[in-house]
């Protein structure tokens, strides 16, 4: 079981940047497929990136494709998203989560989940 801790969250202007770390006690990550998910107050949990732990593969959601890239540091035992060109429509709260094999967008086939992080993109 990998318990996660995400940091990197706050308040920043639109077309702003941050970066969301995920990191990992009690398991090595390299094991792990890393999601990343993000809650927006009403709506449902969307997933946006994720990365196998084999090959490096990683996925991103249409929405975030070319302004948000997931990466994993193994050696710091993190997952990292960078988030550039932010909007205000980012505004959600950022969950990582952790799967054993193949990465998957679907939050239910993840099994251990960090405590999230608040990102608020408002002028």
């Known amino acids: 079981q990998a318990r996660l801790v995400e940091s990197g969250g706050g308040l920043v202007q639109p077309g702003g940047s941050l970066r969301l770390s995920c990191a990992a006690s009690?398991?090595?990550?390299?094991?792990?497929?890393i999601g990343w998910f993000r809650q927006a107050p009403g709506k449902g949990r969307e997933g946006i990136a994720c990365i196998s732990p084999i090959d490096g593969s990683t996925y991103h959601v249409p929405s975030v494709k070319g302004r948000f890239t997931i990466a994993r540091d193994n050696a710091k035992n993190t997952v990292y998203l960078e988030m550039n060109s932010l909007k205000p429509e980012d505004t959600a709260v950022y969950y990582c989560?952790?799967?054993?094999?193949?990465?998957?967008?679907?939050?239910?086939?993840?099994?251990?989940w960090g405590q999230g992080a608040q990102v608020t993109v408002s002028s």
């Open positions: 989560a952790a799967k054993v094999g193949y990465y998957s967008s679907s939050a239910a086939a993840y099994d251990d």
């Open positions: 009690g398991s090595t990550l390299d094991d792990y497929a």
